[in-house]
């Protein structure tokens, strides 16, 4: 039986308290924290956090669109709050604010917050990769990962906790990197973006799995692109596919935090309402107890999001799961378990509501008469190697984007 | 014909910057900043921030329920960081986090973080007083008004630059309030929660406005409760009211961030979602802009929001009315008019979505195909003087909230 | 308390069956059966029947476009047919299928079929007029007169029970043809097409019903253009306002058999599915049990439908009031009270919905995940006199449609 | 080039009226008319009729729940009066209304409406046999084969032009269904009612297309239990299958009038909405051209519907094929193509809206805005052999109805 969570670990009996104040240029062996594999091979739970470039587009310090991460340099305190707040609501893991980054020097930077704040409690940092152009412009096998060493150096000077290659479309791309993130010695877990369907080559859940498995990554899974039901869905696939195969790994999943079920392969960039029209497709954090605990049933021990999280969707997760963690996190000193700070409300058809069972069955409605509950996802049928899909340096001109738009209008 | 905007108005550029790094007492005299009067007398529109406590329970640092503002003591960056994010997405007003607040040590607490960020850029600060349970409990009109008498000192002494009187739900405790915030001789704000359907006493918001007028406020209008498009309707009741009676006032739209088509007068407290489903009702930055123009329009000029608010919000109503305004929010660096951030994306369909007219028409979809569109608002009938709405000291019991539990099952 | 019910009310044990067979030509007096005044003064239900156009459209035999009666001649056996359903479902009376009939032929033989069917069961036959392209061409009184004259000369003569001025927007001419129906002697009812907004010059619901009162019409109400609750909301408004002014009336309703909250106030004609795209709008029975108990005890007594009515949707009157008329209709010999029917149904969980709370708390889903729930109206604001609203002899040219296709466009 | 239509093939240029009248006695040869798979095999196109027991039901002749066809001897008129009305619309192929039928002298009658109404056109009559108690309840295929037997005696006798074995979730079933039918010597089409992920065995639809050929079927496909599109896409798969195997078939498509995109593979009764909750999922006239479409392009040429069809879906898919057809049906007269109708409506809003491309692009709202799209299917997970299965005798006691609402109200 677990044990009842002792209410709130709070930053001040972390870890890190213990340590002294945490500095930018990490001196401390990683040692000094149990380390991820040792945490999953004792049963652990390790919770996630949320995708850090869609939460601060909302909070004005990310452009859509390029989505780099130049705001760690420009707004260090701003990324500071977030990680901070993410640690707060049970964070396990702070990934390093660096995705898309290009710029070493802008990766650097992305680095140092996470340290901060990792130190801050008994979390762990995570450096990543993510596909790349080459590998769909098809370069060599030597060029891609040739990229992938050099994006990692930095990781391995900073002595990060956990290497993560995650975001791939291409379990084969996924594989070198794996294989790249593998020879440091570190701990490597691999998530693609993919759905039941499997990779953009047609791979199944099961086989990249067991390709990824083979080329040396310890935790296994999906992350973005879909939400939680169809992630879960596709890593207990992948469980299948390593089981069936005899091999042994950890799984992950970090979905999206949108609901997500009319999605083609391709996931939610080609919904309509990528990127800016996503609001009505948030889950909430009772959708978000649902996922922990089908995560939890489902085998998953690392259990994050990605787009669309915001600090309470990994409070819910950390709630759910509080039980079997043995404790509840720092920020829930601020919320009462299913609904139950609502027992005070002035009005009596709102403490009402101050219950499980309520917040259960709740089917909530959208507002939104004119709007229907599924859309049709674009579905252009261009694919590698076409016309439209070949990277320029110059910003689209208006006359290609005329041409784009004239097309669209076509099609709908 | 109105003027460009000039590209980013930024922290840097801010009358602030000249006056030296602000402190936490403000020894700077208010008149150093162009009043809120002058700037409405002129024709300018001020825009104001989201919701608080909505905010950052999100972030974890706020309890539903409660809705208590410890969190201005207990986590000042956090609370600092959400008001810089306001102010860089083009709030010119900084409402100090003293909502609910009871404890005066606290209420000191609350204020600081406003001015601090406030003097970083050209925002002003307000000061506000609510509705209180006293007035609810039939308290004396000498009695409610040492309640506000009380709450306002505070913000005397700090000098805040304009006094709000938010959130009532009886015009009457609003005069009351009007009336102690006038005899500061600062700029008074008073904004009801109420539909077109008027107060909860029936008084139609045609009549509220001309009694706030003649209470003496400077700006009268609505915050809270109902979505934008209730809310600058029952604004142009107010406004039409106040110049049918031969007066003149300048108008405030501080609405909620989620489509509410199906409240009844109460308002998105009687929802079933609230508060802890309300995700599928979020407007999009479109709606925003929709809503900037809309109350524009209608001949409001103290333009923001309530709960729900994000960031990103305030910022799509400082880019909506950027020409007339006459420059963009420093936020704008990190956003591209109608989805231009998006010419650069690799997907030529998510390109294809870089322009108005297609944020313009689309109608989001939920993804929730189990959901309805509306729902059918708590009507218990309950009102003043009913045993279940008297206040009492002790946390509620679970017998009591059992007999809620039940009644809630069969009126359902 | 009202009567058990006896279990149906058959064809054969009906007065009409002591008299004999039917014939086209109607020999017998009126009087043989209990006029509608006379069941209406004694407290009786009087049910309706549905739209036959509508119904019959669906069945093949009439237009949508121009809805002109002329199956009654080419397929006397399909409208026969219909009649006979609608007595069977229960209607106490049949109305004359002569919608819209110009031709004296025409109408002449619209009246075979439901003197033939009404005289088999013990039903009533109404004969009607509706509002005139004359009028609103802007004719004079005397020429409008002429024409409802001219209409009713057929009725008279062929001596039905009951004459009904139904479908009219404008209170002003249905009080001309209240005048010369009065005129005959016979009882008349007259129903208007407006919702609680009023009739198209803004009339009031209430002063609609005083004028017709004055013209001289027994039963007042409304029919047609808006769903059962706008519609008995809105006699509601008139009965209010008749007993104001110190009248007295009887109350009919026929509204649609689709739900339309999302009309202005042009009713379902505005609507974009209207006439080929409003199945997902259509009652069921549960919505049409409910509609007649909120009918009967609005004090309303004549209850029956218009467009899109089934057989099936009257008897669902007829059984909900079954207790208060006394008895069943023949039909329920085919149904089951509440899902009844269902207890021998092979599946278990069918037959667990074999109960009134089953579906009286269903929400039915539509099955069309890609569609919204409301509709926008369609709001030209072309009004009496503009050129694209007059009459014209002539098809519309192909030119005059392409103006109006590139002008919805631009609208939409 | 396909043809054009000729305008209208009326009941009285046909080929039966030339033989003068039919009699319900039928003496002519069935040779008189080109037979089925003449057709088939010369690549005509063979309309088939809808659902009788659903459109009786509404009606008013048949009671939901036994779903029998007494209406057949109680009510001739009215089954017949349908008949007429699906050949009007286009039907190449009149089912005699017999579904379910136990008792002889019922089934005879329901012949005799049939045969009166096919040969007043150019149809064929085709006599049907369904799934059996016997063998769900595990009889021995020597006594199934023995039902079916006796029941195709009077087809036989009366001569029909095809039978029909359909309705089957059991491809074992059907296949000796088929061996019996085969037997007389007459052209037969098999069709099941399942979905894409096969029959109640887990047979895929492939497997099952080509044990029906094998079995001795001239045509296969699926009828009922789901909507057009999940219908079509399971016969593609049947084709598939069959062509795979190097056999040869015909195909024949009889979907719902219902969008059931939520149903499990037990198909639309374990919707909650099954059977007095269907309305809001019933198709449109242009749903039903598209489903045309579909069905032709997918090399099915036996097209026609089942439950929830009435006579103007016959029509829409009669009007979707009528250039390949070379005619348009009777019942055409009464109907503008794409809403052509419309050109002459007084409303010049309603008139823009005649032409394709509006009620193509037409997402039809629902009105009900508290109903959600999707709805959860029934999954009580009971199958063959659970005591809740087993038939008894004796109508369910109201002690057992109780047991059944009880778990439904835990399940929900």
């Known amino acids: 039986m677990p044990r009842a969570p002792r209410p709130f670990r709070t930053h001040r009996d972390s870890a890190a308290e ?6 930018a240029a990490r001196t401390m062996a990683p040692g000094a924290k149990k380390g991820i594999l040792e945490r999953l091979d004792a049963g652990e739970i390790v919770i996630g956090d949320g995708g850090f ?9 990310v452009k859509a669109g390029p989505w780099t991460p130049e705001a760690a340099a420009e707004h260090p305190e701003a990324v500071r709050q977030l990680h901070r707040e993410f640690l707060r609501a049970g964070s ?3 990934q390093t604010f660096t995705f898309y980054a290009s710029d070493d020097k802008l990766e650097n930077r992305g680095h140092t917050q996470s340290f901060t704040v990792a130190d801050e409690g008994d979390a762990l940092v995570a450096g990543g990769v993510s596909q790349t152009p080459a590998y769909l412009s098809c370069k060599s096998e030597d060029d891609v990962k040739a990229i992938f060493k050099k994006q990692i150096d930095v990781f391995v000077q900073k002595n990060v906790d956990v290497l993560l290659a995650e975001y791939f479309e291409h379990v084969e791309e996924a594989e070198w990197a794996v294989q790249v993130l593998k020879s440091t010695g570190k701990p490597v877990a691999a998530s693609l973006c993919i759905g039941p369907e499997g990779d953009l080559n047609g791979v199944s859940p099961g086989d990249c799995a067991v390709r990824l498995v083979k080329a040396g990554a310890h935790i296994v899974g999906i992350n973005c692109h879909f939400d939680p039901e169809t992630c879960v869905k596709t890593v207990k696939m992948m469980k299948e596919g390593v089981e069936k195969a ?7 999943c970090q979905p999206l935090a949108y609901h997500t079920p009319d999605c083609n392969c391709q996931g939610f960039i080609d919904l309509p309402e990528f990127p800016f029209g996503l609001e009505p497709r948030i889950l909430t954090r009772w959708d978000m107890q649902k996922y922990a605990r089908e995560a939890y049933n489902a085998g998953i021990r690392y259990i994050g999001g990605c787009c669309g999280f915001e600090p309470y969707h990994i409070r819910a997760l950390a709630e759910e799961l509080a039980t079997e963690r043995g404790f509840l996190p720092a920020g829930s000193e601020k919320h009462g378990t299913w609904g139950a700070g609502l027992e005070m409300h002035t009005k009596p058809w709102v403490r009402a509501r101050a219950r499980r069972d309520y917040w259960e069955a709740l089917k909530p409605a959208s507002g939104r008469p004119l709007c229907p509950s599924m859309a049709s996802p674009d579905g252009w049928g261009v694919t590698k190697g076409h016309a439209d ?24």
């Open 246 to 252: 005899g091999l042994k790994a950890h799984y992950i």
């Open 53 to 61: 470039v869609f939460a601060l587009e909302k909070r004005g310090y």
């Open 18 to 23: 213990k340590r002294g104040p945490a500095t």
């Open 389 to 412: 899909l070949m990277q320029q340096k110059e910003p689209t001109s208006q006359d290609q984007l005329n041409a784009l738009f004239e097309k669209a209008n076509k099609i709908q």
């Open 92 to 94: 396990s893991v702070m």
